[in-house]
């Protein structure tokens, strides 16, 4: 019998209050939701692929 998978990326989104994951080097690597909107327009484009460009 396998161990069941943890979703590790839905864990975090669904995380309460505002959640921001930093590298090791302090480079932003993804927010959640409370985070992004709490936070400026131009910071929403972080994202788990990495910012976006308009």
Known sequence: MTEPQIDYTAVFRALP?????LTPELV???AN???LRA???AARSISASGPTRP
């Open 33 to 35: 939701e409370d985070f």
């Open 17 to 21: 209050g505002m959640v921001a994951l």
């Open 39 to 41: 936070v400026s327009p």
């Open 28 to 30: 932003w690597a993804d």
